[in-house]
């Protein structure tokens, strides 16, 4: 039964998260990051909080009215402040269970996995102790409701036998120390709850508690707008004990059991909580599965480009990511929820089980061929694996370098060659063809390939295209100047040249021609005499920024050639070269691969649509090198090379 439920939940956010990453891309997928906005919600919760404390009066006779002033007089912060406090604390209730429904889905609560499951079923009650505790405060008839309703909920209980409810009799019998006393547990609480979980996120490896910037403006904007459209008052006059609360509107987040208090008995509501507690407590150990002998633990070796290699063990029910990083070592990844599908990598020796990804980032030809992602793959065997930019370094090691903007050459109105600098006595080694990942104020990358070769000198060229919508390059195009300081990571990547005697085939779509221009001037300085011949396929003329240099190539060295392909070339262009598809272009000069080298640098879409047909053409699959990219805000097939 528990496998069924799982099945259909599994589905249904395979679905909801394919559909967001097709709208907002895996960056911002808000499903893959519901821990973190939990967190910030908390802190928006306390900052809130805060807030209205300093204007909230505990006496008896004061809540009420010092909560209305709060709100009428002072509605363009106070009101504000209040209303963002409502609606945060209900949206944090919905991201935590959807989070644990999600754990609970893809069955990410068992082994290892029970204390981070376990402390966040406790959580869940805490948070609900301390928001219906912030009911009680307003003192109006909607805190009267919720008082005299918990109290007598409580009450049924042996350990206080009804004197509870003895306080409630009269309202003169609630007095200055009561409110004192809800004030005091509605500011512990809380210091509680971010303690656990502080203590929560401690057994997951780099567990981010920061959602990324568009997330949060997202959320802060969302938020702000409805506590304007629909802005939080109290309900009804101030609390009086005399009379019975006949009519309130409660908030189904927090309040959603309080209607049955008054229809089923108290005993009955305390053993359905209790014992649905109790369920989900014991839920990772059930059904109970008796093994005899040690758990199985799976060795794992991964390498790099650069014969780097790094040994872990994974324990069963971990995933080759999730343990990668548990011991420290620095494997690239960013939603871990199969859906971004920068944690690719190539299968070498041993057995994988797959848990559910998104069928777009690795379709089953690719699978097939040996690829996997790491946040999803369960060793079943000893595995060896080869993982795209890894140097077999710890991520405490993964050095953050810094250079200088020194300078900035339009090439084309939306191509911008972009030269840095590094710090004086510093020089970046780098194989021809690899990238650096330039970070984002809000820890986002963006991918751009070296355009020059590794001369040992301390100057990075990047050809950066224009992505309207991006998050960097319109800041490159309209507001980076010379002296700007940029921090990156890097070198990374293993788009490079492999050694062997056979022809040499590149194809480049739009600044795809990068990394192959730093291959190839690479190439002429290391003496490398084999046959190259470039197709460099872009739409007009203007957008082959730099044939002038490839022309120049191939004058000075016969074993060079350049094709350049427009697929949709202009009248002004008075075009007589080639035309249409850049990959058709070179399978109608070579019909026949096999014995031939192929170097493949451009879009998604035209990797996954050229690399079967070479393959098709002859071309061993060993044989064939692509480097994939995509826009930032958009979902599909690993980007190793990000220019948004």
């Known amino acids: 039964m528990i496998r069924k439920i799982q099945s259909l939940l599994q589905a249904l956010f395979m679905g909801v998260e394919g559909l967001f990453n097709a709208a907002f891309g895996d960056r911002i997928n808000p499903f893959y990051h519901l821990g973190a906005i939990t967190f910030f919600l908390f802190w928006m919760v306390g900052a809130s909080g805060l807030y209205l404390y300093v204007f909230f009066e505990t006496g008896i006779t004061d809540a009420y009215t010092s909560v209305v002033a709060l709100t009428t007089h002072q509605w363009w912060l106070g009101g504000i402040m209040r209303s963002l406090h409502r609606y945060c604390s209900d ?17 990410l609560y068992r082994g290892f996995r029970w204390f981070s499951w376990v402390t966040g079923v406790l959580l869940i009650w805490m948070v609900y102790a301390s928001g219906i505790n912030g009911f009680m405060l307003p003192w ?11 109290f007598e909920w409580l009450d049924w209980l042996p350990i206080f036998s009804g004197t509870l409810m003895r306080n409630f009799l009269y309202s003169a019998h609630v007095g200055d120390r009561f409110f004192t006393l809800l004030s005091f547990m509605h500011l512990g609480l809380p210091l509680v709850v971010l303690m656990v979980m502080w203590i929560h996120v401690q057994r997951v490896p780099k567990a981010r508690t920061t959602p990324p910037r568009p997330i949060i403006i997202g959320l802060m904007l969302t938020l702000l707008v409805l506590s304007l459209v629909a802005p939080v008052h109290s309900q009804g006059d101030v609390s009086d004990l005399a009379r019975a609360v006949t009519s309130i509107r409660p908030d189904w987040f927090y309040m959603v059991i309080f209607p049955l208090l008054t229809e089923i008995s108290l005993g009955r509501i305390w053993i359905a909580v209790v014992g649905a507690t109790v369920i989900l407590l014991l839920l990772p ?13 799976y060795p794992v070796m991964v390498h790099g480009m650069d014969g780097s290699t790094a040994r872990f063990s994974v324990r069963e029910g971990e995933t080759i990511l999730d343990a990668g990083l548990r011991e420290g070592f620095a494997l690239p990844y960013e939603c871990r929820n199969g859906g971004c599908g920068l944690c690719m990598c190539s299968v070498e020796q041993g057995e994988l089980e797959h848990r559910p990804y998104q069928r777009s980032v690795l379709p089953e030809e690719q ?19 080869e993982v795209e930019g890894f140097s077999g370094g710890t991520a405490a090691a993964a050095m953050v370098h810094t250079a200088t903007v020194t300078g900035m050459e339009r090439l084309t109105d939306d191509v911008m060659r972009l030269l840095l600098q590094l710090p004086q006595g510093q020089v970046l080694d780098f194989v021809a063809g690899q990238y650096i990942d330039i970070l984002l104020d809000d820890g986002q990358r963006r991918a751009f390939s ?35 300081v940029i921090r990156f990571e890097g070198p990374r990547g293993q788009f490079v040249l492999h050694d062997s005697p056979h022809p040499i ?29 470039l197709y460099w396929g872009v739409r007009q003329r203007k957008d082959l920024y730099m044939l002038d240099l490839c022309l120049q190539w191939q004058s000075e060295h016969p074993n060079f050639t350049v094709v350049p392909v427009l697929s949709a070339p202009s009248a002004d262009d008075a075009w007589t070269g080639r035309t249409g598809l850049v990959h058709t272009a070179m399978m109608a000069d070579f019909p026949d691969l096999s014995g031939h080298q192929v170097y493949l640098c451009g879009s998604v879409k035209m990797v996954e649509t050229a690399v079967p047909a070479f393959i098709s053409r002859g071309l061993d699959e060993n044989s064939c090198f692509s480097d994939a990219f995509l826009n930032a805000a958009a979902s599909g097939t690993v980007p190793a090379i990000v220019p948004g």
């Open 91 to 107: 949206a944090m209730v919905l991201t935590m269970a959807l989070h644990m429904l999600r754990y609970f889905a893809f069955n």
């Open 140 to 150: 109006d008839q909607l805190a009267q409701y919720v008082t005299v309703t918990s």
């Open 285 to 297: 150990w059930w059904p109970p599965q008796f093994r005899h002998g040690e758990k199985h633990s």
């Open 367 to 385: 699978r097939l061929r040996g690829k996997a992602l790491m946040c999803c793959a369960l060793p079943r065997s000893e595995v060896v694996i």
């Open 450 to 484: 070296f355009a020059n070769r590794p001369d040992g000198s301390d100057l990075i060229e990047l050809h950066v295209r224009l992505v309207p919508d991006g998050r960097f390059t319109p800041h490159v195009f309209n507001a980076m100047k010379t002296g700007d």
């Open 505 to 533: 085939l590149f194809i480049a779509g739009a600044t795809g021609f990068a990394p192959i221009k730093s291959i190839v001037e690479d190439a002429f300085a290391r003496g490398v005499q084999r046959p190259m011949r």
